[in-house]
């Protein structure tokens, strides 16, 4: 089936008892046995739920992989994969990745004596200098958050095949739609459902897939383990989402795309960041690792911190808030917001200045979003 009509039907059928078109929310922590040790799939909610098999099944097809656990948080997709690791394992991750996640792997280090190295990997080779005989794992992260730099994940497997590490890329900008990284070579991808895939700003949740049996039973075992698992209402809010994925994403990136050209005639604008542009640096390998370029547009201001400030209030349609993806227009300062948890060395290595305003494009009418943007940069 193509991906559009995977969107609406994978993963979901008739309901077995009532034959209900839409899944049900089997809002049930526990299920009765049959008989002593027989039961219909599902014992407990934390091993296992048919509202949340359903969503797994629909992000498997999506994705086109063969396993996938649903979990409370794009950050618990992150937590529960980390957890294949041990103690004296090394993980090269790309240095401008969500600050979530360099918190974390930041965490992980100092508790749990996983050694992360932060490599710029817009030149995949730049990882080279890192492996050893303890690396485990490259995490990419592409489209970045929020300079939208990219990776190519083909050449960073390519090279982490030969030395036996995983590729692990956190797919949240783009979703499926707009990039499908096993086709590209990665062993497990991650998500936050809370973005594009649910898209309604109403949920928070995350997702693990992979493509081997070995990972597929690490990964259930761990979430089980460690109770990460994701809500049966939580999952029915992101199965309900997905069956708009399409056009949703249709929209985000037309809308994006006309905003990026917007601000790249600005006189106030000093820079735009959107690899849609055919003068982004990596535009050549947008269009071939990527379906979509997405919703995302980050731009640099030309102007004082004050004057910047005064932008991020004076949006209207263009909510102050954080996050992404969903459908209505986001306006944020990644400095003191989103990459707030990041440290202030780490930011500017990355090149995320505090000139940097990013925009969660929504789907309302593009001449709106412009003209929104046009009185609010005066
Ligand atoms: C939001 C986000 C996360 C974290 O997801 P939550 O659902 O907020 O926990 C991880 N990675 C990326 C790229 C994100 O945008």
């Known amino acids: 089936m193509s991906f559009q009509t995977d969107t609406i039907h994978a993963g979901v059928g008739p309901d077995k008892a009532y034959g209900a078109i839409m899944t049900p929310i089997y809002q049930s922590s526990t299920f009765v046995f049959e008989d002593i040790g027989k039961h219909r799939g599902f014992d407990y909610t934390r091993s296992g739920n048919p509202t949340r098999k359903a969503l797994e099944d629909s992000l498997c097809a999506l994705e086109g992989c063969t396993s996938a656990v649903a979990v409370t948080t794009g950050m618990a997709a992150i937590t529960t994969t980390l957890n294949l690791f041990r103690s004296g394992d090394e993980i090269i991750c790309t240095d401008d990745c969500y600050g979530g996640t360099s918190r974390l792997m930041k965490t992980v280090e100092e508790h749990f004596g996983i050694r992360v190295h932060f490599v710029n990997l817009q030149d995949a080779s730049n990882l080279l200098p890192f492996v ?41 900008f783009l979703s499926p739609y707009g990039q499908k990284p096993f086709e590209l070579g990665a062993d497990i991808v991650v998500h936050s459902t809370t973005k594009y895939l649910n898209g309604h700003s109403d949920v928070v949740g995350g997702a693990v897939l992979s493509n081997s049996e070995d990972l597929d039973s690490r990964l259930k075992y761990l979430v089980n383990a460690l109770g990460t698992c994701a809500q049966p209402f939580d999952c029915w809010l992101v199965l309900r989402g997905i069956k708009t994925l399409v056009v949703r994403m249709r929209e985000h990136e037309r809308n994006a795309l006309a905003v990026a050209e917007f601000l790249d005639r600005h006189p106030k604008v000093k820079r735009v960041f959107y690899p849609g542009l055919p003068a982004h640096p990596q535009h050549h ?75 969660s494009v929504g789907i309302e009418d593009r001449d709106d979003l412009i003209a929104d943007l046009q009185s609010a940069l005066g």
Do not use: C
């Open 132 to 172: 050893n005989d303890n690396t485990r794992a490259v995490w990419v992260e592409t489209p970045s958050n929020p300079l939208l730099n990219l990776v190519d994940i083909t050449a960073v497997s390519d090279l982490a095949k030969v030395r036996g590490l995983l590729t692990i890329v956190d797919n949240t």
């Open 285 to 359: 390998l947008a269009k071939k690792q990527q379906k979509s370029f997405g919703g995302m547009v980050s731009f640099e201001l030309d102007g004082s911190i004050e004057e910047l400030y005064k932008v991020l209030k004076a949006t209207k349609l263009f909510a102050l808030a954080e996050s992404l993806g969903g459908v209505e227009s986001l306006i944020e300062h990644p400095a003191t917001m989103s990459h707030a948890s990041m440290d202030s060395e780490h930011r500017q290595a990355a090149g995320i200045t505090d000139s940097i305003i990013r925009l």
